[in-house]
């Protein structure tokens, strides 16, 4: 594949993403802070925010698992991740910590494991959706090309 | 993470050397914003980070309030906004917003994913200057700017509303030596409110111009007198407009007061664990107050170290002197610097209170005197406690003369010795002086014991800070850059440095703001009056008409303390010593001149003064800006993010004032020379 299609594609890849809902504006930012001094921030960036997350997620399920439930602990991890998701861009899983939290507050353990599903499964898609993305980066840079600039307009 | 490198650099044309190392000029604000950010979460820490690069400022990450907590502490000046989370697991970002607000009183923005009504509402009661909603666009973190400027701005106006001192004289005195007015006016509201290793007066206080800005230092004494008059009034009935009455501390205003009530109240609140302020402060404040009463005087063997960093926490600085016995007395030169009256620089009537130079002050003037020899109502109290305090201090003399005359008096009396120590160092610079104004002063109300007190302190005058203003207010006791040394501070406690910072870089005895202001010693704790001073300083030195400085020296020596705190303190310092050594009855004008004092480091600043008399509010600003470029001199500048650069930038859209009007025309109006 020539560069110009690996291009055209990895545009077509990232607008679905922003259509679908994964992505929002806040990924924009993240991109055009993006430069030649730091040319790999946007990856960086997404890495460290999935290793965080991990560890979130972990976290989380075991306190469900506990008998005796922490919900306030739970509650401060849900509301970090939110912070950081929404700090990336991931907007799906940032708008999956919210009812989380609320049934964080209600003691509701079993809200709170549903939530915690459902967060699950959209940290996992969006982080393999973006995985993919970086590897056409990647794909693109190595064929000699540079990254498109996107202008989707929010 | 980059602490103020700029800020050493502080060459007096610009206060660019604040942020960059140097190289910023002042046009380029907020280019070179100096960033701290605290936040847990590692992810946007890093984005932060890199947005804040990407506006060109100088950014500090740390994962952990504490570690915040110690970076800005061991460099006080090093940063000009502190961006936080709400959330941390090590402590509470609205905890972490109290801290900064009472120890560095730097402005704080919170910031959260959280953005519920009350979690805003909290930011907005615990005093944080903006809430930021995560996810955190680079546009909301471009004008973070405006907080910083607004700051400093309502310092200025802070000081230029509550000065008119008389001035004058403290103006007349030209401050010749750049290297000495920039000691003590750097020092003096800078150092005084960050300062908390005393020893290193010297090279902090560069940053401390006062020309930064005007922001009162509540010095020990001056909270003091603020805790005795809020008790006073109940907790119930504090409102800063009584207190202010209460206090009648020259130069303050009521919204200094109410700002630092608003602090205090948290703080008590703190204390006593109670947990809402929002909604009965007053109950909770009267609780807290006996609370706090007694945590102060816990404290005092606890943090000094931090209490001197702060400087400002007068509480605490109070509680502290007056446990540490204010024994820490400065090793300097066991001159009292304590008995250098700050006092004296409020009291204008006791113009014979020149204060020697306190060119030693500082080495021994640590101790601040703090007395004040305001009469006041509750310095009585505070007085004996201070009083008590100081004696034990021996040579320190950090008499804490609470704000009463009456203190001055017991004051000096009581620390006959100490003075002498005073008398006996600052006579080393003023010599012939002292002796006899110290008696003078010591018996009548305060003044002139504070001059004596000055004495010590009036080496601070030369650079430390005092406060030869004995009246009103503790605060004026250590007005100025002397900060940390100055007990008002709570530092100063041991720390002569701040005294010693102080010493104007040249003796002047005339010149005794600039001693003053040098001396940042005087009256460290008493920022905000320097600043006041500074814009004030001008209207002071007018008032003070009656000193003996000369008034044209003084003028210059005010640096050109625009800065209204700095010119107040200034011109105190300068009175003290100048009265010392010029004759007691100049101490009362002296008192303003100190604030001059402050002007006189940077003649800019001076101009800064008289303009500021009366001036238009416009002429704050330049004159700040021009105090600031002098500053540069005195070390003030690069205390913050350039004061003097924000100076500069403004006077720049004011076209360009010039920077070193060193004359101070006192007539409020005469400001010529400064464009507007």
């Known amino acids: 594949m020539e560069v110009g299609q690996m291009q055209r594609q990895w545009v077509d890849y990232t607008k679905s993403l922003f259509l679908e809902g994964l992505l929002d504006g806040q990924f924009l930012q993240l991109q055009q802070l993006q430069d030649e001094s730091n040319p790999d921030f946007v990856v960086e960036v997404v890495s460290l925010f999935f290793d965080d997350s991990e560890k979130l997620l972990n976290d989380i399920t075991r306190a469900l698992e506990q008998p005796s439930v922490d919900f306030k602990k739970i509650g401060a991890h849900v509301h970090q991740f939110k912070g950081s998701s929404s700090s990336v861009g991931a907007q799906r899983v940032k708008n999956g910590c919210i009812p989380f939290r609320n049934f964080c507050e209600e003691q509701n353990i079993e809200g709170c494991i549903r939530c915690l599903q459902q967060l699950k499964q959209e940290y996992y898609l969006v982080k393999n959706k973006l995985e993919t993305l970086f590897a056409m980066e990647q794909q693109i840079v190595a064929a000699g090309g540079s990254i498109p600039m996107l202008e989707l307009s929010f | ?676």
């Open chain 2, 1 to 676: 993470m980059n602490l103020n490198n700029g800020r050493g650099s502080m060459s007096t044309a610009s206060s660019s050397g604040a942020w960059k190392s140097g190289d910023v000029v002042p046009d380029q604000f907020p280019a070179g914003l100096r960033v701290l950010v605290v936040d847990d979460d590692p992810t946007c820490l890093m984005i932060l980070e890199k947005m804040l690069r990407t506006c060109l400022y100088e950014v500090t990450k740390c994962n952990r309030a504490e570690i915040a907590l110690s970076l800005l502490r061991e460099n006080k000046n090093g940063y000009d906004v502190v961006i936080s989370d709400v959330h941390m697991p090590d402590m509470d970002g609205f905890k972490l917003l109290e801290q900064i607000g009472l120890e560095m009183d730097l402005p704080v923005i919170m910031m959260s994913a959280d953005d519920g009504k009350s979690v805003v509402m909290k930011g907005v009661t615990h005093g944080a200057c903006d809430y930021l909603i995560k996810p955190v666009r680079i546009e909301a973190l471009k004008n973070i700017w405006q907080h910083v400027v607004r700051k400093k701005k309502n310092e200025w106006k802070d000081v230029e509303q509550s000065g008119s001192v008389d001035e004058g004289d403290r103006q007349q005195k030209p401050c010749e030596e750049p290297d000495y007015s920039s000691s003590a006016n750097e020092g003096t509201w800078k150092n005084s409110k960050k300062r908390k290793d005393e020893d290193d007066d010297a090279e902090d206080r560069d940053d401390t111009s006062t020309l930064k800005k005007p922001r009162v230092v509540w010095s020990v004494e001056l909270h003091q007198q603020f805790v005795g008059a809020v008790n006073q009034l109940g907790i119930d009935k504090a409102v800063p407009k009584k207190i202010l009455e209460l206090m009648n501390v020259p130069g303050l205003t009521r919204e200094n007061v109410a700002s630092h009530l608003q602090k205090y109240r948290l703080y008590l609140r703190r204390l006593s664990g109670v947990s809402q302020h929002q909604s009965n402060l007053n109950n909770s404040f009267i609780s807290s107050q006996d609370a706090s009463f007694g945590a102060m005087s816990s404290l005092n063997g606890i943090d000094l170290q931090t209490l001197a960093a702060t400087g400002q926490l007068p509480a605490q600085s109070l509680a502290t002197l007056q446990a540490a016995g204010l024994g820490r007395s400065t090793a300097k030169s066991g001159i009292p610097m304590p008995l250098v009256d700050q006092r004296n620089l409020f009291s204008f009537e006791n113009p014979k209170l020149r204060f020697a130079e306190g060119q030693q002050h500082h080495s021994s003037g640590k101790p601040m005197n703090l007395l004040h020899g305001i009469p006041t109502t509750m310095e009585a109290k505070q007085l004996a406690n201070l009083h008590q305090s100081a004696q034990s201090l021996g040579p320190v003399n950090m008499q804490v003369n609470a704000h009463g005359v009456q203190n001055n008096s017991l004051y000096m009396i009581g620390q006959p010795q100490s003075r002498g120590q005073i008398l006996n160092e600052s006579s080393g610079t003023h010599v012939p002086r002292l002796p006899s104004s110290i008696g003078q002063p010591m018996v009548s109300n305060g003044i002139p014991s504070g001059v004596i007190g000055r004495n010590g302190i009036s080496d601070v005058g030369r650079g430390t800070g005092y406060n030869p203003v004995p009246q009103n207010s503790s605060m004026l006791n250590f007005p100025l850059n002397n900060t940390p040394e100055l007990p008002g501070n709570s530092y100063t406690l041991g720390s002569t440095q701040g005294m010693s910072s102080l010493t104007p870089k040249g003796s002047f005895p005339d010149e005794v703001n600039s001693e003053i202001k040098r001396s940042g010693g005087f009256v460290p704790s008493y920022d905000i009056f320097n600043e006041l001073h500074q814009h004030k300083s001008n209207d002071w030195n007018l008032q003070n008409v009656g000193l003996t400085f000369d008034a044209s020296h003084h003028a210059n020596s005010i640096h050109g303390s625009l800065d209204s705190s700095g010119l107040v303190h200034q011109g105190f310092s300068s009175n003290q010593r100048s009265a010392q050594s010029r004759n007691p009855s100049n101490v009362g004008k002296a008192m303003f001149p100190m604030g001059a004092a402050s002007t006189d480091h940077g003649h800019a600043q001076n101009s800064g003064q008289h303009l500021s008399n009366g001036l238009i509010v416009d002429n704050p600003v330049r004159i700040k800006s021009e105090r600031h470029s002098d500053a540069s001199q005195n070390n003030f500048f690069h205390d913050q993010y350039g004061q003097e650069d924000l100076m500069s930038a403004l006077l720049k859209q004011q076209g360009g004032v010039g920077p070193s009007e060193n004359e101070f025309d006192f007539d409020g109006y005469s400001l010529d020379n400064i464009p507007v």
